[in-house]
């Protein structure tokens, strides 16, 4: 009967040692990440392998953190609902911090600049360096994003045709094929995509435009505060350390972070 009872005793024992472990975040334990896939930031390579920035970043600041990624696609129109709800932990995919999402998550220090800019085939950069061109003609962006808000919101564009679509690849897409004269994106995500080398090589960024300055951020949920702080911290000790300015190298947006 001693025994028994030292073999119960043993087994509580492991158990509340476990569930100890677990609340102090030590454990491994899951954490769900809400992206959409695009390059630089989250994309799968030849080998069909998750990579890109944003996953290189949160992988190690989740290593710093005990924790395990999990990486889901969420729909970017419905991301705010995605994370109240408790379907992801946070959304980490090269997300605007606007005051509005300020009042509705709980959101990490910034740590890239970008800004909006008009991408076009390159014979008609000339061309739509005019705003008075761009009157008729359609322009498109990711529902929901930085991009759709200047098209609609933004004299330059006043007299143009806005289409929604789905992801920044997908507007990238439209133009390569000539559906639209032209997208909305974010700078970032330009620097991975067109141009030499890439797959929309006849791709370019009119210059004579920079639209909404702006800065990255990981959304939580709002009340979540010890949440957003220990990510803070950890990210902050991993850029000190110049482990996030090597992920960032390898994708050519080393220029672009906060520090």
Do not use: H
């Amino acid at each position: 009967m001693k025994k028994i009872l030292s073999a119960i005793m043993a087994i509580a024992m492991i158990c509340t040692l476990s569930v100890l472990f677990t609340s102090c975040g030590g454990s491994g334990e899951e954490f769900v990440i809400g992206i959409t896939y695009f390059e630089p930031m989250n994309y799968f390579d030849e080998n069909n392998k998750l990579t890109g920035f944003e996953t290189e970043f949160a992988e190690a600041v989740c290593k710093k953190l005990g924790l395990t990624p999990k990486f889901q696609e969420i729909d970017w129109s419905a991301k705010e609902t995605e994370l109240n709800s408790g379907n992801i932990d946070c959304i980490w995919n090269g997300m605007t911090i606007t005051p509005e999402r300020q009042e509705t998550m709980g959101i990490s220090s910034p740590y890239m600049a970008n800004k909006q800019v008009l991408v076009v085939k390159a014979e008609n950069v000339e061309k739509y360096s005019d705003s008075a061109n761009l009157a008729g003609v359609s322009i498109c962006a990711e529902e929901g994003s930085a991009g759709e808000s200047v098209i609609t919101t933004d004299a330059a564009f006043s007299g143009a045709n806005y289409v929604s679509v789905s992801t920044m690849a997908t507007a990238l897409m439209e133009v390569a094929a000539g559906t639209s004269e032209g997208c909305v994106i974010d700078f970032v995500t330009c620097i991975g995509m067109i141009g030499e080398g890439t797959d929309y090589a006849g791709l370019s960024v009119v210059e004579a435009y920079e639209f909404s300055p702006e800065q990255y951020g990981i959304a939580f949920r709002k009340d979540d505060t010890a949440t957003v702080e220990k990510f803070n911290n950890a990210i902050a000790e991993l850029m000190a350390d110049g482990t996030i300015d090597a992920i960032a190298a390898k994708y050519k947006l080393d220029g672009q972070l906060i520090k």
